[in-house]
């Protein structure tokens, strides 16, 4: 059965610390992994990563994805309160559905 | 985990004809269950917040009459796209709103893919 498990559920961290998102995934086809941020309405995207070891960077994120042990991480460094939300992390299937296995997303709370 | 499962998953269907998309909370209640189109470069656009027992909140732009919702039961919202027309083809999401409050977690479906031929 293909699932993606995030860790932690959910962290509080204090405004300026770097956090480390983790997801890891068992997805038969896996063609990508796809990464949102969640505030409000409709999840942000983030970033799409398909090539294992090259380093996808916006800012205060990076990303980065390994084939080999199936997992991506989401850093976020000098973290700030507009970062609190949740974070998504979805496997894309290599098949003409292009359905997708999502995480159950972080919380992510910083606080001041 | 808690999970939500999307039938069909894909769908193809001539210009003109309706098409149903059921989403399921396969072990858990949902009193609020939202429907997503996406779009090029995996961008995510709400459409509409569908909760149990009444009227949906449509998104600005969306209009309630082509994408209609229905959320029957506690674990089963529909999404028919009336009429549908090539440029309704996209990716639709489901996801599903476990608990209230500061402790709710959403959780999404598979997607459905429809293509209008």
């Known amino acids: 059965e293909d699932k993606v498990v995030q860790s932690p559920l959910s962290l509080v961290v204090h405004e300026g610390d770097t956090v480390t998102l983790n997801c890891s995934y068992e997805v038969t086809n896996f063609r990508s992994l796809l990464w949102y941020k969640q505030e409000k309405k409709a999840p942000t995207f983030l970033f799409m990563l398909t090539s294992s070891g090259i380093e996808k960077k916006s800012g205060r994120l990076s990303s980065i994805l390994d084939k080999k042990e199936l997992f991506s991480i989401l850093n976020i460094t000098a973290t700030q309160t507009g970062d609190s939300a949740v974070y998504l992390c979805?496997?894309?299937?290599?098949?003409?559905?292009?359905?997708?296995?999502w995480g159950a997303g972080t919380k992510l709370i910083i606080k001041p | 985990g808690a999970v939500v499962s999307q039938h069909p998953s894909r769908v193809i269907c001539k210009s003109g004809t309706s098409v149903k998309i059921e989403c399921r909370s396969l072990?858990?209640?949902?009193?609020?269950m939202f429907w997503y189109r996406q779009f090029p470069k995996q961008s995510l656009m709400l459409m509409a917040t569908?909760?149990?027992?009444?009227?949906?909140?449509?998104e600005q732009g969306v209009e309630k009459d082509k994408f209609l919702i229905n959320h029957a039961s506690l674990t089963l919202s529909t999404l028919t796209v009336t009429s549908a027309h090539p440029e309704d083809s996209s990716f639709y999401i489901c996801s599903a709103r476990e608990g209230a409050g500061e402790t709710d977690t959403q959780y999404f479906g598979p997607g459905t893919r429809l293509t209008v031929l």
């Open positions: 569908s909760n149990e027992g009444s009227k949906a909140t449509y």
């Open positions: 979805a496997g894309t299937l290599m098949d003409s559905n292009y359905q997708l296995i």
């Open positions: 072990d858990f209640q949902a009193t609020t």
